[in-house]
């Protein structure tokens, strides 16, 4: 056991941490090769291939590795740059994925043989990518009313508006006063 304040004197060795960027990271098929060779042409049978798959709760990563089909995830994600069809099938599966992690909420909650921290776990996942990734269906509400005295409406006053050129000089004077004052108040 090291004593405190002796030993070589070294520091200890620094600590290397590698993070993997899985969106960068190139998928690789069940047989261990890289995804490379599919042919990267616009094809609407895996673009719909795609789409069905994400509505069903599956990442892109995902489909990518389980299907021969599906070219590199860059070339998915140029499809959806390139191919306006694509990209609102892509956006609907989004929106349809969202609501197949809400329906699977309740699924979750109510099977027994999940663990109850496990569960936990399943169940604020999907709720925070529900709420995240649609906002105006799932995401809270923060809303900010401005209303007068015990919730009534504001009251409004028309104001008529004040020609200096028609006042006296004294009254000039006093208009001009009240209105720096105001602007002072106010900063």
Known sequence: MAVKGKGSGKAPPAVVLRTTDLAAEQPKKKDGRANNGNPSTYDVKVAELICSEIAVGKSLYKIAMEH????????????????????????????????????????????????????????????????????????????????????????????????ASSLDAHARDALKQALLAAKEQNK
């Open 68 to 163: 021969e089909c599906v070219p590199t995830l860059q070339t998915v994600y140029n499809w959806l740059r390139v191919h306006p069809e694509f990209s609102l099938m892509y956006t609907r599966a989004r929106e349809d994925q969202q609501s197949f992690y809400v329906d699977q909420l309740i699924a979750i909650s109510d099977d027994n043989s999940i663990p109850s921290d496990q569960k936990r776990v399943m169940v604020d996942t999907r709720k925070w990518l529900a709420s995240k990734l649609n906002r105006n269906t799932y995401g809270d509400v923060n809303k900010t009313e401005v209303s007068g005295p015990n919730g009534a409406p504001i009251q409004t006053q028309q104001v008529a508006s004040i020609d």
